[in-house]
């Protein structure tokens, strides 16, 4: 079956602007999750979905990201005023939920460039 | 908070070798763990995933183990390829379940 799809897979942006990343979870996934990989690190938790609400956004950065889910499946994350430092290759992973061992399964990713 | 830590960093071996990667972490009042590999540029693709209560899982040439109690998970590969080259990621969920807290990785090269 498909997997989590992200787009765009790259995104070169300039300083200040607005942005927008896109993941599509697994069909019947009910968490979505995203985190931010920095080079030559291992990936850093942003926020987690269950269903359209954000259960956990306490990784996000600060007041300028902001994600949202409004019908439980589609996600996408918004960056404004983009800096510099928010460079970064942006994962989704999504999961069924923890009923069970709640695997997480990721996407390609985004990279993210800010000039 | 939790903390993970993957020895050794690098690791550079002729094929055919048997290895293991090693994995800690500070807090063991875990939900889960996972091994992914993730090669350049790509995403992360989840090997195996052991729960709090088991003690190893096994998926081909690759067995990982969990000691939950001193905070410690290894992952087996058995007969390694060129193939195997990637980076390891080893990351554990607290008992929220959620989210994960990864480690920086090992990076392995398996030479022919």
């Known amino acids: ?115 | 908070k939790q903390e993970v830590t993957q020895i050794p960093a690098a690791l550079s071996v002729p094929e055919g070798e048997n290895l293991v990667l090693n994995c800690s972490f500070t807090d063991s009042a875990i939900y889960n763990l996972q091994w992914f590999r993730q090669d350049p540029g790509k995403g992360l693709t989840s090997l195996l995933l052991i729960q709090s209560s088991q003690r190893e899982q096994t998926s081909g040439r690759l067995n990982a183990s969990l000691d939950k109690s001193s905070g410690r998970s290894t992952l087996y590969i058995a007969a390694s390829q060129p193939g195997d080259s990637a980076t390891y990621l080893c990351a554990v969920t607290g008992n929220s379940g959620y989210a994960l807290n990864f480690g920086k990785g090992t990076s392995l090269l398996v030479t022919p």
């Open chain 1, 1 to 115: 079956g498909a997997g989590v799809s992200q787009t765009p897979s790259n995104k070169v942006t300039e300083k200040g602007k607005y942005v927008e990343l896109r993941c599509d979870p697994i069909s019947g996934h009910t968490a979505l999750y995203w985190y931010r990989q920095s080079l030559g690190q291992g990936p850093e938790f942003l926020i987690y979905f269950q269903g359209t609400g954000a259960a956990d956004d306490s990784g996000l950065p600060n007041d300028r990201f902001f994600a949202v889910r409004p019908e439980g499946s589609v996600s996408t994350l918004k960056i404004q005023r983009t800096e510099r430092g928010d460079s970064a290759v942006y994962l989704c992973a999504s999961s069924p939920g923890l009923a069970g061992p709640n695997e997480q399964f990721f996407g390609p990713g985004t990279r993210l460039t800010v000039l």
